[in-house]
């Protein structure tokens, strides 16, 4: 196996065309079949950790969901390894949330959970959500968190309602305190706070990052240099497909002067340890 990507939206649903237009990706490229989506990872012995959210940017089409993520693991087990599971945050129900994330936690296609603070509009370290939390580290199961910029509602009238302080790196570094158990996967290296990513995930054992949503010659210069040195443990390969081209991107972290054992750890190592991934 070449490397495993832990950051991958489904091409099959909720694809937006606005994100595609910022990373100026071909729509004609993107393979919007379950077969095409499916070869895309076969035909570079890669495989990926699905994620179950749909963007609220996205209206209209068929909705992508943790169902919808479960059934393509199901039907392509060879091309996607696994689930990162949604959860509706803003439910009126939040015990029912945690009720539901229960469930998730036992479904053995469920690895881990992705939240997207701005576009779902919380701050992580809210209090209101500790229950979900605390399952969640009882669990054993990572949550992924969006940090940094975001390229929804990018460009638009007041960012489409998105804010991005939502996703300062900071705020994980308080939930990590706060639940040391709770192993936590911070997504992009969290530009304009790049410097915040790497001390947060420096300091807090249980902070990682990944280094999807660029290539990795376009990764900043001081993420890059921490990857490749001291996070070189907890630093995982994500790419942000159907935006970022996984071919591409390859080609491009096999440029990287990184030392063979941190390529290995970073393109696989790193996730089936954070994970519970099979060598396999």
């Known amino acids: ?129 500790y229950d979900i939390w605390e ?22 009238p007041g960012g489409s309602g998105i804010g991005l302080d939502y996703g300062r790196p900071i705020h994980l570094d308080t939930v990590a305190k706060d639940f040391p158990g709770m192993k936590i996967l911070a997504a992009h290296p969290g530009w304009p706070w790049v410097e915040e990513t790497v001390g947060v995930v420096t300091h807090k054992k249980n902070v990682h990052v990944d280094t999807s949503g660029y290539l990795a010659e376009q990764l900043p210069e001081l993420f890059q240099k921490a990857i490749g040195t001291r996070l070189q443990d907890k630093a995982l390969f994500g790419t942000d497909f159907p935006y970022v081209d996984l071919a591409k991107a390859l080609v491009s972290f096999d440029r990287m002067n990184f030392k063979d054992t941190v390529k290995e750890k970073l393109l696989l190592a790193n996730a089936r340890n954070l994970f519970g991934l099979p060598a396999e």
């Open 1 to 129: 196996m070449r490397a495993i990507d832990v950051h991958v939206h489904p091409s099959t649903r909720g694809l937006d065309t606005h994100a595609c237009n910022y990373f100026r990706r071909d729509l004609s490229e993107v393979p919007q079949t379950a077969d095409g989506f499916a070869d895309a990872y076969l035909q570079h012995d890669v495989t990926a950790l699905l994620i179950g959210w749909h963007p609220s940017t996205v209206t209209e089409g068929a909705h992508n969901s943790n169902e919808h993520a479960m059934e393509l693991v199901t039907n392509y087990p060879k091309a996607f390894c696994g689930v990162l599971a949604s959860l509706d945050i803003h439910s009126t129900d939040l015990p029912g949330v945690a009720r539901y994330a229960e469930e998730l936690v036992r479904n053995p296609k469920v690895v881990g959970f992705k939240f997207h603070p701005p576009d779902q509009r919380f701050y992580p370290s809210d209090k209101r959500f």
């Open 135 to 156: 399952v969640l580290q009882a669990g054993g199961k990572p949550a992924m968190f969006h940090i940094g910029f975001t390229v929804l509602g990018a460009n638009t």
